[in-house]
């Protein structure tokens, strides 16, 4: 069975300063998608970042970056000068390939920004 | 601007009652999803569907139905509302290989 964990509830972090969102994952799958989603508090879900298993290279999208290492199950999100707006509930999601919305959450870590 | 609208934000509802969630999607997604959401469990799901009249369980399918008439619809049904279904609610809809596009939830009260 799939599994996400994500071992840190909440998190504090400068504004300007950079952070780390850790997630590690277990899967028998050869072939599976790593999603990061942010929920501000009005509770929509917001895609961040993809990574597919068989990607040779970390996905990036702007500020948001994915550290992708794959022997040790392991995708942790890299969000670079952190603003006040980044604050909010981040989920790291894995899928089975080639279903893309099939997902499974982690628990999610919650980012506070500060000014 | 892609766009998935879930019916209500907030409702709340009598224990027993038949509720029925909303969802419509306008990207001609084939896939579409029922997540519930809860503190500290994140979201598991509910039912998917991978085509029109088509179904299948997620991990958490116990009290819950839905249905699927039209390729953009897709609606949850509690048959009968028991205060542990008290929840957030979110659909979301995908193509075959890309990201879930999520509504902006429904947070259900069950009194």
């Known amino acids: 069975a799939q599994k996400i964990t994500q071992t840190q509830p909440g998190m504090f972090v400068q504004e300007k300063e950079a952070v780390t969102l850790d997630c590690t994952y277990d899967?028998?799958?050869?072939?599976?998608?790593l999603f990061w989603y942010k929920q501000p508090s009005s509770g929509e879900m917001i895609f961040l970042i993809y990574?597919?298993?068989?990607?040779?290279q970390n996905a990036t999208e702007g500020r948001y970056s994915l550290n992708f290492q794959k022997a040790r199950k392991s995708a942790n999100l890299v969000i670079s000068a952190s603003q006040l707006g980044d604050s909010a509930m981040y989920f790291c999601a894995m899928s089975p390939f080639n279903q893309g919305g099939k997902l499974i959450f982690g628990q999610g870590t919650e980012l506070s920004v500060k000014p | 601007d892609v766009k998935v609208t879930q019916s209500s934000r907030y409702l709340v509802k009598r224990t027993g009652e038949k509720v029925f969630l909303e969802c419509v999607q306008d990207m001609d997604h084939e896939n579409m999803f029922w997540y519930r959401q809860d503190p500290g469990l994140g979201l598991r799901l509910i039912y998917f569907s991978y085509d029109v009249k088509m179904k299948e369980k997620g991990d958490i399918p116990e009290g819950y139905s839905v249905s699927r008439e039209k390729k953009e619809r897709f609606s949850l049904i509690l048959e009968s509302a028991s205060t542990n279904q008290t929840s957030m609610y979110l659909c979301a809809s995908s193509l075959q290989q890309d990201r879930a596009f999520f509504g902006q939830g429904t947070r259900l009260t069950v009194v």
């Open positions: 899967t028998s799958d050869p072939s599976y998608g």
């Open positions: 990574q597919g298993s068989y990607d040779q």
